[in-house]
T-cell receptor
Framework: NAGVMQNPRHLVRRRGQEARLRCSPM?????VYWYRQLPEEGLKFMVY????????ESGMPKERFSAEFPKEGPSILRIQQVVRGDSAAYFC?????????????FGQGTRLTVV | SQQGEEDPQALSIQEGENATMNCSYK?????LQWYRQNSGRGLVHLIL?????REKHSGRLRVTLDTSKKSSSLLITASRAADTASYFC?????????FGAGTRLTVKP
């Protein structure tokens, strides 16, 4: 059973381009979380999705950022018109359900560099 | 916000010593989890403690939870250089986890 897979591991984009980050949850997991980690800082919650639904996007900037988790395929975090400040590591985690005592499993992250 | 806050921000100890990290949070939780992150790597789950539990052990790790004070502590006994990492607490309510900024632990050989 493969773990949470994120790709690409490293992504370089020029200012103004679009960045697409993918997260394939563990098999059987229908809940996905995205977090952003700036250098030397902790993880900041961005968005929580269940299959085809956004449950909580309170941590995601209103402009330029969007996330989806379609019925088929990976979850996608999309950043349009990237700026230097978007450079960070983006982690996703998945869990099987919404039970209170469930561990979440993390991917290795995508490191986005905006040049 | 139910986000956890770790303290101290950074901790440096000698190999063999114990390391204690604390986490405080603001709202009700179902559980609290501790994660480790080695530099440049993903997060590894260490331990989950439920809101009705007070203490939990896993190997050299000991976690306590005081819901009346809304705080938790992670104790690593007999630390090793390989324990050098950032440690995060995550507070959970209905499977919605929020993380603190982490404690950066350095264990010197």
């Amino acid at each position: 059973n493969a773990g949470v897979m994120q790709n690409p591991r490293h992504l370089v984009r020029r200012r103004g381009q679009e960045a697409r980050l993918r997260c394939s949850p563990m098999k059987g997991h229908s809940h996905v979380y995205w977090y952003r980690q700036l250098p030397e800082e902790g993880l900041k919650f961005m968005v929580y999705l269940q299959k085809e639904n956004i449950i909580d996007e309170s941590g995601m900037p209103k402009e330029r950022f969007s996330a989806e988790f379609p019925k088929e395929g990976p979850s996608i975090l999309r950043i349009q018109q990237v700026v230097r400040g978007d450079s960070a590591a983006y982690f996703c985690a998945s869990s099987p359900n919404r039970q209170a005592n469930t561990e979440a499993f993390f991917g290795q992250g995508t490191r986005l560099t905006v040049v | 916000s139910q986000q956890g806050e770790e303290d101290p921000q950074a901790l440096s100890i000698q190999e063999g010593e114990n390391a204690t990290m604390n986490c405080s949070y603001k709202t009700s939780i179902n559980n609290l989890q501790w994660y480790r992150q080695n530099s440049g790597r993903g997060l590894v789950h260490l331990i989950l403690i439920r809101s009705n539990e007070r203490e939990k052990h896993s190997g050299r790790l000991r976690v306590t939870l005081d819901t009346s004070k809304k705080s938790s502590s992670l104790l690593i006994t007999a630390s090793r250089a390989a324990d050098t990492a950032s440690y995060f607490c995550a507070t959970g309510l209905n499977n919605d986890m929020r993380f603190g900024a982490g404690t950066r632990l350095t264990v010197k050989p």
